[in-house]
């Protein structure tokens, strides 16, 4: 599948559970910042959803590599939304004690609630159901976002 990348221009990425059937025009940080507006939000469930993120891309090439695939797995414009919205909903759950309805997320999402239910159990099978960040790992992204943000 022929798909746009920040890095790449256009890439080959493998097919999977997140890759919607057209590109977001939508730039994932404005996908986040809407997100983040229509959901009271911390800025831990962010940092939480980015290291999801991470986990979730090596996770998935892991095992399309153990099926012989030599591609890399990328964030690319046909599967960032749907990456984003799962693990800011399982960050979002995980994390604080107030939990939005599933449906507004969906909504707001830009997807139907019974695909994000599906997302999020192929998220969580992906995790083998292991969400637990440890907190050197939480502050280590944490102070790679601050050197971040002092560079933009």
Same mark, same amino acid.
């Given at each position: ?16 559970? /997140?890759?919607?059937?057209?590109? +977001?025009? @939508?730039?994932?940080?404005? =996908? %986040?910042?809407? $997100?983040?507006?229509? /959901?009271?939000?911390?800025?831990? +469930?962010? @940092?939480?959803?980015?290291? =999801? %993120?991470?986990? $979730? ?96």
């Amino acid at each position: 599948m022929k798909a746009h990348n920040a890095k790449y221009r256009v890439v080959s990425n493998p097919k999977t559970a /997140f890759t919607g059937t057209l590109p +977001v025009e @939508v730039a994932p940080s404005r =996908y %986040i910042k809407g $997100l983040v507006k229509n /959901f009271e939000t911390s800025p831990g +469930v962010i @940092v939480v959803m980015l290291i =999801y %993120i991470e986990r $979730l891309l090596e996770k998935m090439e892991l095992q399309y590599r153990q099926v012989g695939g030599t591609d890399p797995i990328l964030f690319t414009s046909f599967n960032a939304h749907r990456i984003i919205l799962t693990t800011f909903l399982v960050a979002q759950k995980y994390s604080e004690d107030r939990n939005y309805r599933l449906a507004s997320i969906a909504k707001v999402g830009g997807i139907e609630k019974e695909e994000l239910i599906f997302l999020e159990n192929e998220f969580l099978d992906f995790m083998d159901f292991n969400l637990h960040i440890h907190e050197e790992e939480f502050n280590k992204y944490v102070e790679s976002a601050i050197v971040f943000s002092r560079q933009l």
